[in-house]
Nanobody
Protein backbone atom coordinates (compact mmCIF):
# COMPACT_ATOMS: atom_id res chain seq x y z
CA UNK A 1 0.00 0.00 0.00
CA UNK A 2 1.25 3.45 -0.87
CA UNK A 3 0.04 6.75 0.48
CA UNK A 4 1.11 9.96 -1.16
CA UNK A 5 0.35 13.34 0.36
CA UNK A 6 0.57 16.66 -1.39
CA UNK A 7 -0.41 20.28 -0.90
CA UNK A 8 2.10 21.39 1.69
CA UNK A 9 3.96 24.65 1.35
CA UNK A 10 4.69 28.03 2.83
CA UNK A 11 1.81 30.20 4.00
CA UNK A 12 1.49 33.33 6.08
CA UNK A 13 -0.18 33.20 9.46
CA UNK A 14 -3.92 33.35 8.99
CA UNK A 15 -3.72 31.72 5.60
CA UNK A 16 -5.05 28.41 4.33
CA UNK A 17 -3.78 25.23 2.74
CA UNK A 18 -5.45 22.08 1.52
CA UNK A 19 -3.60 18.80 1.86
CA UNK A 20 -4.56 15.76 -0.15
CA UNK A 21 -3.56 12.12 0.21
CA UNK A 22 -4.17 9.36 -2.30
CA UNK A 23 -4.09 5.71 -1.34
CA UNK A 24 -3.35 2.65 -3.42
CA UNK A 25 -5.03 0.35 -0.91
CA UNK A 26 -7.72 -2.03 -2.12
CA UNK A 27 -9.37 -1.75 1.29
CA UNK A 28 -9.52 2.03 1.26
CA UNK A 29 -13.31 1.97 1.07
CA UNK A 30 -13.50 0.32 4.49
CA UNK A 31 -10.49 1.90 6.18
CA UNK A 32 -10.17 4.72 8.65
CA UNK A 33 -8.03 7.57 7.38
CA UNK A 34 -6.23 10.12 9.50
CA UNK A 35 -3.81 13.01 9.46
CA UNK A 36 -0.97 13.38 11.92
CA UNK A 37 1.77 15.95 12.14
CA UNK A 38 5.23 16.10 13.62
CA UNK A 39 7.18 19.24 14.37
CA UNK A 40 10.96 19.18 14.98
CA UNK A 41 11.77 17.77 18.38
CA UNK A 42 8.19 16.79 19.08
CA UNK A 43 6.24 13.57 18.98
CA UNK A 44 3.91 12.76 16.15
CA UNK A 45 0.46 14.02 17.07
CA UNK A 46 -3.02 13.18 15.85
CA UNK A 47 -4.78 15.95 13.96
CA UNK A 48 -7.94 14.48 12.44
CA UNK A 49 -9.50 11.17 11.51
CA UNK A 50 -12.44 10.07 9.40
CA UNK A 51 -14.41 6.84 9.28
CA UNK A 52 -14.77 4.71 6.17
CA UNK A 53 -17.91 6.46 4.96
CA UNK A 54 -17.15 9.92 6.28
CA UNK A 55 -19.92 9.64 8.81
CA UNK A 56 -17.64 10.12 11.80
CA UNK A 57 -14.80 12.54 12.25
CA UNK A 58 -12.50 13.25 15.16
CA UNK A 59 -10.30 16.30 15.62
CA UNK A 60 -7.57 17.31 17.98
CA UNK A 61 -8.63 20.19 20.20
CA UNK A 62 -5.86 22.32 18.76
CA UNK A 63 -7.41 22.31 15.28
CA UNK A 64 -11.14 22.13 15.95
CA UNK A 65 -12.99 24.80 14.04
CA UNK A 66 -10.00 25.48 11.78
CA UNK A 67 -9.30 22.16 10.04
CA UNK A 68 -11.72 19.92 8.16
CA UNK A 69 -11.06 16.34 7.07
CA UNK A 70 -12.96 14.81 4.17
CA UNK A 71 -12.66 11.82 1.88
CA UNK A 72 -13.64 10.77 -1.61
CA UNK A 73 -13.88 7.00 -1.77
CA UNK A 74 -14.26 6.99 -5.53
CA UNK A 75 -10.89 8.71 -5.87
CA UNK A 76 -9.33 7.02 -2.82
CA UNK A 77 -8.36 10.37 -1.42
CA UNK A 78 -8.52 12.04 1.96
CA UNK A 79 -8.15 15.79 2.25
CA UNK A 80 -7.35 18.17 5.08
CA UNK A 81 -8.56 21.73 4.68
CA UNK A 82 -6.57 23.97 7.01
CA UNK A 83 -7.70 27.51 7.72
CA UNK A 84 -6.34 30.27 9.92
CA UNK A 85 -2.96 28.59 10.05
CA UNK A 86 -0.64 29.67 12.83
CA UNK A 87 3.11 29.25 13.32
CA UNK A 88 2.46 26.42 15.76
CA UNK A 89 0.79 24.45 12.96
CA UNK A 90 4.10 24.21 11.11
CA UNK A 91 5.15 20.58 10.83
CA UNK A 92 5.44 17.65 8.51
CA UNK A 93 1.94 16.33 7.92
CA UNK A 94 1.37 12.63 7.40
CA UNK A 95 -1.66 10.74 6.21
CA UNK A 96 -2.27 7.32 7.67
CA UNK A 97 -4.59 4.41 6.99
CA UNK A 98 -5.93 1.71 9.25
CA UNK A 99 -8.33 -1.18 8.79
CA UNK A 100 -9.94 -0.84 12.22
CA UNK A 101 -13.41 0.55 12.76
CA UNK A 102 -12.38 2.93 15.50
CA UNK A 103 -10.67 6.22 14.74
CA UNK A 104 -7.55 5.89 16.85
CA UNK A 105 -5.87 9.09 17.98
CA UNK A 106 -2.45 7.56 18.49
CA UNK A 107 -0.03 6.57 15.75
CA UNK A 108 0.63 2.95 16.64
CA UNK A 109 -2.50 1.25 15.30
CA UNK A 110 -2.17 2.74 11.83
CA UNK A 111 -0.84 0.24 9.33
CA UNK A 112 0.18 2.50 6.48
CA UNK A 113 1.83 5.89 6.34
CA UNK A 114 2.69 8.33 3.62
CA UNK A 115 6.08 10.08 3.47
CA UNK A 116 4.68 13.39 4.68
CA UNK A 117 4.32 16.89 3.30
CA UNK A 118 5.87 19.96 4.86
CA UNK A 119 3.75 22.87 6.04
CA UNK A 120 5.56 26.08 6.96
CA UNK A 121 3.75 29.05 8.47
CA UNK A 122 5.40 32.45 8.63
CA UNK A 123 4.44 34.92 11.32
Amino acid sequence: VQLQASGGGLVEAGGSLRLSCVSSSRTFLSDVMAWFRQAPGKEREFIAGISWNGGSTVYADSVKGRFTISRDNAKRTVDLEMNNLQPEDAAIYYCAEDGAIVIFTRPSPYDYWGPGTLVTVSS
